[in-house]
């Protein structure tokens, strides 16, 4: 079952310029960079009540055509079986957008994403920060 929002990624061919313009937008500085903050292919802050996050990644890394037009973000939702909810789309109709994929260094954050029979990008993931959140809201 889909438990939440965990991460919305964007893409962006200069992550450093993006960076920049959200760090100003949300008056706050990113938190992570890989693999390095002077040349990211990613970054990433956590903002709001519940500590979203919001990845920048490199346009080179998109599994579809990123183009300078508008464009829509892939919503990863959190789930607890990524393998047998990727499948449980599959069984329903989507198609395999990007097959599940390992992000960062063993961390325990995985990615997969999927298209809808309408053509929506709906993107489902491991999320080690969305369990810890959820459980210190179950514990207060």
């Given at each position: 079952m889909l438990r939440g929002f965990a991460?919305?990624?964007?893409?962006a061919a200069d992550v450093k310029?993006?960076?920049?313009?959200?760090?100003?937008?949300?008056?706050?500085?990113?938190?992570?960079?890989?693999?390095?903050?002077?040349?990211?292919?990613?970054?990433?802050?956590?903002f709001g009540?519940?500590?979203?996050?919001?990845?920048?990644?490199?346009?080179?890394?998109?599994?579809?055509?990123?183009?300078?037009?508008p464009a829509g973000a892939v919503i990863h939702w959190h789930v607890d079986n990524l393998e047998a909810e990727l499948q449980h789309f599959l069984d329903h109709g989507a198609t395999l957008q990007e097959p599940?994929?390992?992000?960062?260094?063993?961390?325990?954050?995985?990615?997969?994403?999927?298209v809808d029979p309408f053509g929506n990008l709906i993107g489902m993931m491991?999320?080690?920060?969305?369990?810890?959140?959820f459980e210190g809201l179950k514990s207060a």
């Open positions: 991460t919305v990624s964007f893409y310029a993006a960076r920049a313009w959200y760090e100003e937008l949300l008056g706050i500085k990113a938190y992570y960079a890989v693999p390095t903050a002077d040349d990211p292919a990613y970054v990433e802050f956590r009540d519940f500590q979203c996050e919001l990845g920048i990644i490199d346009a080179k890394y998109a599994s579809h055509q990123v183009t300078s037009g599940i994929t390992e992000r960062g260094n063993n961390t325990g954050f995985r990615t997969a994403s999927v491991n999320n080690p920060h969305y369990l810890e959140i």
